[in-house]
């Protein structure tokens, strides 16, 4: 009984949050160009549901191109930060400050380089998800126990043996959670690229109902993008509870 409420309290949580949204708009008379109701977001879903459809799937495949890059990107740069200490101390610097630029600021650039269209959204869906993977990988190989690796040394092992079969596996735990955080964050970067310069997306809807004052339309394609992130998230999440199993042997952790 319990683990069934567990697991239904995500849905009892949201459709709460929904009534309370109703009820605030309706008694409070809230103008719908301030804050539409949920009533009037599903109608506005129902009405534009082939271009919602239409927009949700190209920010889908910007967003997944992007992504993708970024683990393949990340996933060779982190092994080669985490190989030596001093990779690590010279290119985490320059990461560091590399993802500390806003990717807004970068889209018009991508803009002038690649034109208005799809590459610029990929470009900038890889550009802010890429530096968790970097991150995650990395630091699972920087915090291999000494002892552990002095021991294999020991026993003969090369340290090209230790990165391939202790190193590595030993990465798979961050490299999953990494994943989950690079997924949403590829959403997001595909969006602002959509809302500046498109011409499809989630982002580009939003940003002409929003030119438009169709507010209901613009609140159901943040509903789509909530819906489409939150289903990305949950695949990632499946992957990384079968993947990495043993990693979590607490009867307290969260992934039980």
């Known amino acids: ?57 190209v920010t889908l495949w910007t967003t997944v191109a ?9 996933v060779i740069l982190g092994l080669i930060v985490g190989w030596s200490r001093t990779i690590y101390r010279g290119l ?12 807004v600021a ?50 003969g092992a090369r340290k090209m043996d230790i990165m391939l079969k202790v190193g590595i596996p030993r990465t798979q735990p961050y490299l999953f959670a990494s994943l989950k955080v690079a997924i949403t964050l590829a959403f997001v970067g595909a969006v602002v690229s959509e809302t ?17 004052f169709q507010m209901p339309l613009v609140f159901a394609g943040l509903m789509m993008l909530a819906v489409e992130g939150i289903a990305m998230y949950a695949v990632f999440a499946l992957v990384d509870k079968r993947m990495t199993r043993w990693a979590f042997r607490s009867s307290l952790s969260a992934a039980g």
């Not at 949050?17 to 804050?35: G, Q, S, T, Y």
């Not at 992007?66 to 990340?74: H, K, N, S």
């Open 1 to 57: 009984m319990n683990a069934t409420l567990e697991r239904l309290s995500p849905l009892w949580f949201t459709l709460g949050m929904f009534l309370v949204w109703e009820a605030a708009c309706r008694l409070l008379k809230i103008d719908p160009f301030i804050l539409p109701a949920p009533s009037q977001i599903a109608g506005a879903i129902a009405q534009y549901w082939r271009p919602l459809m239409r927009h949700s799937f």
């Open 66 to 74: 992007g992504f993708a890059l970024a683990v393949a990107f990340g």
């Open 92 to 103: 985490y610097p320059v990461m560091i400050g590399f993802n500390s630029i806003p990717k």
């Open 106 to 155: 970068v889209v018009p650039i991508l803009v002038i380089w690649f034109g208005i269209g799809e590459v610029p959204a990929i470009l900038t869906a890889f550009l802010i998800s890429f530096f968790p993977v970097v991150v995650n990988v990395a630091t699972g190989l920087a915090t291999m126990e000494p002892e552990l690796e002095d021991v294999l040394r020991a026993l």
């Open 196 to 212: 500046i310069a498109a011409n499809a997306g989630l982002g580009f809807l939003m940003a002409q109902a929003g030119s438009n």
